[in-house]
């Protein structure tokens, strides 16, 4: 049985766009982020980059991100690469870049790669450099020299690596950190 949550006025297009204005406690912020795409909020790129630039929360910055790689206008694209330059929470910065990889271009793989860089974070890194590599297969670029940063797969399990996992956790293996 599928779980509502809030009214249908809370979930409706005006109920939705008061909440991400910060103007109603409605619904979660979450919730009302993933609606405004479904239900068709009016203003809704420039509703979402609201969040992505003023909510305290990363996890929200987060999904606003990927809400606005989801609403594919160039408005939201402009902010996803404005958000990008400044970000300073690894986690977001990862959001941003692989939004930006399904809806930017090939000008965005630097500022993906130095956003990247610059967070020192692997887990980023890694995002950051699927993200380029996305837009390098999208666009059917040649190899820009992208590198990926190590996985932290334990050595041992990588030298005999033959694409195949064996094992579980319980058995004390370790596919990253």
């Not at 979450?30 to 909510?55: C, F, I």
């Not at 939201?76 to 910065?93: D, Q, W």
């Not at 990588?158 to 996992?165: C, F, R, S």
Request: aromatic share 4%; with cysteine.
């Amino acid at each position: 049985m599928p779980i509502t949550i809030g009214t249908p006025e809370q979930r409706s297009p005006e109920g939705v766009a008061a909440v991400l204005k910060g103007t109603s406690r409605a619904l979660p912020l979450s919730t009302a982020l993933a609606l405004a795409v479904t239900e068709k909020v009016p203003d809704a790129a420039d509703l979402v980059a609201g969040v992505l630039t003023s909510a305290e929360n990363p996890a929200e910055r987060g999904a606003a991100a990927r809400i606005l790689g989801r609403i594919r206008s160039d408005y939201a694209i402009e902010h996803l690469r404005a958000a990008l330059e400044t970000e300073p929470e690894g986690k977001v910065v990862g959001e941003m870049a692989v939004a930006l990889a399904f809806v930017g271009g090939p000008a965005d793989q630097d500022a993906i790669l130095e956003a990247g860089a610059r967070t020192q974070w692997p887990p980023a890194m890694r995002r950051c450099a699927f993200a380029a590599g996305v837009i390098a297969h999208r666009y059917g670029l040649e190899d820009k020299g992208v590198e990926f940063p190590p996985a932290g797969v334990r050595p041992a399990f990588a030298e005999g690596a033959t694409g195949a996992i064996e094992g579980s956790p319980a058995d004390g293996l370790e596919l990253g950190r």
